[in-house]
């Protein structure tokens, strides 16, 4: 059995999990029957959730349901942070189809500047046995590429979507000029992926693909701001997709 300290918010909510416990504990999530689940005494332990309020209310409403004191710097945060998503929520929600409501949070500015948590599908980078990713040398950056760079990691250093390395591997980065005119910065990882072991899932067909396709009038594409932030690599193999510069 263990013990965990709380602290008591003057709120609505009964309880507001940590990050740094749910690192501890690593508890399942069960959207689906709005479980959270704990692995104890070899046999699940689920206690069930509540629904406060309903899934259209106004969170800005809940989250200050209680008036927070002053002193409660945390709390206050929260809910700042909060308020400003939903704002921006809202001013995308004027611009898309109502139907497509639901799936407004996929354009926020708020959440794409946030790495998403570690999930069962993270990406897995598994080397084949005996083999170490190389150390690629640099490619040739030209002076307004290396400023476009530099501002590019700043920008992932500011948001913690990368960090200072001193990793084994590297691999180089260089620029794609894309159909605009601007340039597109890409990171050559062909060396790490000789030594890592392939899938072995069948490549759709495409003949297969084309005659789903047809009579179809419509075709959309949506880059979600940024849709490979939407996976994380797995923990223990960041290492492996380290860039040098």
């Not at 008591?8 to 029957?33: C, S």
């Not at 109502?98 to 570690?118: G, I, M, N, R």
């Amino acid at each position: 059995m263990e013990r965990w300290p709380f602290y008591v918010f003057p709120a609505m909510h009964k309880l507001v999990l940590g990050m740094d416990w749910q690192e501890r504990t690593h508890p399942y999530y069960d959207w689906k029957n709005k479980r959270l689940v704990f692995e104890q005494l070899d046999r699940p332990l689920a206690p069930e959730s509540t629904m406060l309020v309903s899934p259209d209310a106004d969170l800005r409403a809940v989250i200050t349901g209680s008036p927070p004191q002053p002193d409660h710097e945390e709390w206050l945060m929260l809910a700042e942070l909060i308020a400003k998503d939903l704002d921006e929520l809202d001013e995308v929600r004027k611009t898309i189809p109502e139907k497509y409501h639901e799936f407004a949070d996929v354009f926020s500015t708020v959440q794409a500047s946030e790495l998403p948590p570690h999930q069962l599908f993270d990406h897995r980078i598994e080397l084949l046995p005996g083999s170490q990713p190389p150390v690629r040398r640099l490619y040739h950056s030209s002076r307004d590429e290396l400023e476009l760079l530099w501002a590019y990691i700043d920008n992932m250093l500011a948001k913690g979507f990368i960090r200072p390395s001193r990793s084994e591997a590297a691999s180089p980065v260089l620029f794609v000029d894309k159909k605009d005119g601007t340039k597109r910065l890409c990171i050559d990882y062909r060396g790490l992926n000789s030594v890592t072991m392939k899938d072995r899932n069948p490549i759709p067909l495409i003949d297969e693909q084309l005659d789903r396709l047809a009579g179809a009038i419509l075709f959309t594409k949506l880059d979600l701001l940024g849709a490979y932030n939407l996976v994380r690599i797995r923990e223990g193999d960041e290492w492996k997709t380290a860039f040098n510069c």
